[in-house]
T-cell receptor, first 114, second 109 residues
Framework: KAGVTQTPRYLIKTRGQQVTLSCSPI?????VSWYQQTPGQGLQFLFEYFSETQRNKGNFPGRFSGRQFSNSRSEMNVSTLELGDSALYLC?????????????FGPGTRLTVT | QKEVEQNSGPLSVPEGAIASLNCTYSDRGSQSFFWYRQYSGKSPELIMS????GDKEDGRFTAQLNKASQYVSLLIRDSQPSDSATYLC?????????FGTGTRLTIIP
């Protein structure tokens, strides 16, 4: 079974621009979560989507948004980029039964804002 | 108090010895606990999950959970240089996974 895929893997943007990142979950997984990872803050939860609905949201500004499509693929958008948005953006998929919450991560998108 | 706390390390362990990684969490209602391994420049990889008090073994890895003490640990037996990585503890709190900041483990040949 194929793992979680993310595109693009690397991205360089300029302050003020916007960016869209894509995530395809493991086949059969309906939940997709997004995280931002930086050396100083570690893994920070952005949001989770399940069946095209945002189910949970972390403490990030409204510039960070996402969506999920009917095939469970998800996109994350960051508008008006700031230097501090430079990070590794990870998505993780899970089956999300009531018992198991095992999340499997994709390889990540390394975003650099200049 | 942080929701999930880990000693950041670095933790240095001789090859062949047992590495012990610890994690505490704040929410008594937490039910699901996970350990991830992250190599430098890579994404986290799930290595263990544990849901009930006690020990769970998988190969050289043993996860231990004590809900009364709000404590979860990971033991790595017969440590190998390939075990050198950052280990992240994750706890399901309020329907989302919350991660600790990770413990950097170095296995010394």
């Amino acid at each position: 079974k194929a793992g979680v895929t993310q595109t693009p893997r690397y991205l360089i943007k300029t302050r003020g621009q916007q960016v869209t990142l894509s995530c395809s979950p493991i086949s059969g997984h309906r939940s997709v979560s997004w995280y931002q990872q930086t050396p100083g803050q570690g893994l920070q939860f952005l949001f989770e989507y399940f069946s095209e609905t945002q189910r949970n949201k972390g403490n990030f500004p409204g510039r960070f948004s996402g969506r999920q499509f009917s095939n469970s693929r998800s996109e994350m958008n960051v508008s008006t980029l700031e230097l501090g948005d430079s990070a590794l953006y990870l998505c993780a998929s899970s089956q999300t039964s009531s018992r198991s919450y095992e999340q499997y991560f994709g390889p990540g998108t390394r975003l650099t804002v200049t | 108090q942080k929701e999930v706390e880990q000693n950041s390390g670095p933790l240095s362990v001789p090859e062949g010895a047992i590495a012990s990684l610890n994690c505490t969490y704040s929410d008594r209602g937490s039910q699901s606990f996970f350990w991830y391994r992250q190599y430098s420049g890579k994404s986290p990889e799930l290595i263990m999950s544990i849901y009930s008090n006690g020990d769970k073994e998988d190969g050289r890895f043993t996860a231990q959970l004590n809900k009364a003490s709000q404590y979860v640990s990971l033991l790595i037996r017969d440590s190998q240089p390939s075990d050198s990585a950052t280990y992240l503890c994750a706890v399901k709190i309020w329907e989302k996974l919350t991660f600790g900041t990770g413990t950097r483990l170095t296995i010394i040949p």
